[in-house]
DNA sequence: TTGTGTTTTATTGCCTCC
DNA sequence: GGAGGCAATAAAACACAA
């Protein structure tokens, strides 16, 4: 792309400031150049088809003006100027009522900026190229901040899930632990009766009960003295929470009554003997009062 | 003053449309 | 096939710190 600044023709003294001013106007700068009116016009007179701008104004150079004439005048082409002030502002005002050029419009505009229809196309497009970056990184912190919202719901949802499973995993626990109580207290104190009520006691538990947890608790109706001690370790509040059955009663009342003639160490419980007063009537058994009237607690 | 990074202007090549 | 748009890029112009 070397020279191709000075294919587009600036016609200006050389060595000429630097730093431009950016109130005077392109073509007043071109007006003060060596080369006098601004040769870029004529330029943009043939800015057509791309291909055809070099090639039309090489043609312009060698039949107008010779091979030394051109070493010279290249040699002094000012490369590239700066638009002014003024004509950012009025192209800005322009583009932002139509970022698309229509011909007619194209020429307007040069005419009233007193550029090239070429410059004009040149600054739209480029323009419409910075108004697309800066659209992508707009859309880029707008999607961006969205992922975040919704990152951070997620993760709450997450930690709302997880608290979620926990509390469903304790309170399945707390009521198998309670099952399990149950169970130990059939155990315990279905010993002795009669086969078919011990069983009727057992299905009763299980049906208060989720399928999964049947297969845990089983029917022994045999297995008895391994039981006591963990019936104290139990966590449940009451033992017959849920469970009205004068059958269960009946064989909660014999637990207690073996518990507390017979072998109470097992209970584990010191309040169990610090108790003065705790004690079984003889008779409960038989008159099978329940035990949620008693403070008979196993935790 | 100079080195360096950023912005602006302009070119090139490719593509699509008519 | 010409005209125009776009992406990529060059290079001048500019800003700014050291």
């Known amino acids: 792309m070397a020279g191709s600044a000075a294919a587009y023709g600036g016609g200006h003294a050389p060595n000429q400031a630097k730093k431009r001013n950016f109130d005077q106007p392109l073509d007043s700068i071109a007006a003060e150049s060596s080369l006098g009116s601004n040769t870029m ?16 104004y090489t043609s ?21 100027r700066r638009l002014t002030v ?12 139509d970022n698309k050029l229509e011909p007619d419009r194209k020429i307007q505009l040069a005419k009233e900026l007193g550029l090239q229809p070429r410059q004009i196309a040149v600054w739209f497009q480029n323009r419409r190229a910075r108004w697309k970056t800066k659209q992508l990184e707009t859309d880029y912190e707008t999607f961006h901040a969205r992922y ?29 632990g309670g099952d399990a109580k149950k169970v130990n207290l059939q155990l315990l104190d279905c010993k002795g009766l009669p086969e078919v009520m011990a ?16 297969a845990a608790l089983g029917f022994k109706n045999e297995q008895q003295s391994s039981s006591k001690s963990e019936v104290s370790n139990a966590g449940s509040p009451r033992l017959t929470d ?8 009946l064989c909660v009342s014999s637990h207690a009554f ?3 003639y017979s072998d109470s160490s097992q209970i584990g419980e010191d309040n169990l003997h610090e108790e003065p007063d705790y004690a079984f009537p003889l008779n409960s058994f038989y008159y099978g009062f329940s035990v949620e009237d008693h403070t008979f607690n196993f935790w």
């Open 41 to 56: 016009l004529n330029f943009g007179a043939v800015g057509g088809a791309k291909r055809s701008r070099n090639m039309v």
């Open 60 to 80: 312009f150079d060698q039949e107008e003006f010779g091979e030394e004439y051109l070493d010279e005048y290249f040699n002094q082409q000012e490369k590239k």
């Open 86 to 97: 003024d004509q950012v502002q009025f192209l800005e005002r322009s583009f932002e009522a």
């Open 148 to 176: 975040e919202t919704l990152k951070t719901d997620y993760d709450n949802l997450l930690k709302e899930n997880d608290k979620l499973k926990t509390e469903v995993l304790r309170l399945k626990q707390n009521n198998l």
């Open 199 to 214: 069983r009727e006691v057992n299905e009763r538990v299980i049906s208060d009960n989720e399928e999964s947890s049947v």
């Open 242 to 249: 849920g469970i009205n059955s004068p059958l269960l009663e």
């Open 258 to 260: 073996d518990q507390g």
